[in-house]
DNA sequence: CTTTATTTTGAATGTTTATTCAAGATAGCT
DNA sequence: AGCTATCTTGAATAAACATTCAAAATAAAG
């Protein structure tokens, strides 16, 4: 018996960064023994092999992502406070331009949901999972009376992801730091209306 | 001297395909050669190598959407109506579910933009016609006292640009065709507000 | 019809790719 | 300390890859 030499997460975590930078495709083996240390056949023994270490990989996103987001919420005293610093979060990632601070999720919906049935099981669950909690966000949001109006709190969550979707999709195409700002907050009128 | 035997937009359409079907890192030369029925030679003779293939594909593929984009709002009454009409084409593009029908420039920004300057600056630019030409429909429709409301037409185009974009992404994690209609009403009150 | 410039052809090239595997190392159990 | 199951190592493998090129074909000009 013998227990494995590497922290899982720290692996996982260093895979996420090299899949963000590259995309899934491009990311070659080579690339991914370097950004994570380990050689190919411990990979293979951890991983089963690339796809594999790529769903591990979505995994670990997901929970740190849930993570980030429970305490972002948290650290506000009701939930529109909450929606507005989530977002300022997001329009902070789309303003850096930086890779390690894209969605992996988004990329993985983009280049292998199409082609991978396995990768669009995982990416579809991972979706309802993040509706579901801000489905919450603004029940909690109506309850507080800091929103009102008739539309449903999945509406509403519904409403927000296609608009963080679209918002980090066209921040690649259009760079103007006012631009994302403004769409971001004209995002969190129409939602919360 | 000799012209050249293809017909440069049917092999455009094709790499096209090509490249919406499996993304471009994927899409191998190989896979290239049987959908635009060109050797390596004459792919190469033409279009220098396989990006100078992809830029000029997207650039056909940003003139056949600009057709389709002015005879679906020159196939309506009123901007807004228009509007409804575009949507509803998306909308239906989404639910289809097939790749020919996904968009292209949306696949290469989340895919290549980040890594590629030349494919970045192309891509923004399109983004950029795309906006003046939803922008001069707001306009219209303004005008014509079909919307009303104090946001300009600039901002009104780039947020319904963001759903769109949001929609397209949605979409392929959650395929239920209500969801995705509902949406996009939803955007179509919101971006007329 | 001949010439000439250009395209087409498709096999060959050298690289890069994901994956495998047998040998060596080592942690945990007795 | 010794045993054994498991992990690590990294070179080897075979397939796939983008790209090149010289020979063959052919359209247009004279």
Redesign the pocket.
Known sequence: ??????DREVVLRAAMNAFMEKGY?????????LAT??????????F?????LLLASLEQYNLDRSEELKSIFNGQSDALSGLRAYLDSIVSECISGDPAQSCLSQKAINEIAQTDEQAQAVLSQQCVMWQGFMKEVFSQASQQGVITGPRSPQQRAQSLIVGIYGLRTFSQAQKDPDVISGIANQLLIDVCR
Do not use: V
Not at 25 to 33: A, C, F
Not at 37 to 46: D, E, F, V
């Open positions: 018996m013998r227990s494995a030499e590497f495709n491009k990311t070659s083996m080579q690339d991914l023994k240390g380990l050689h190919p056949g411990s990979i293979y023994c951890a089963e092999n690339k796809k594999g």
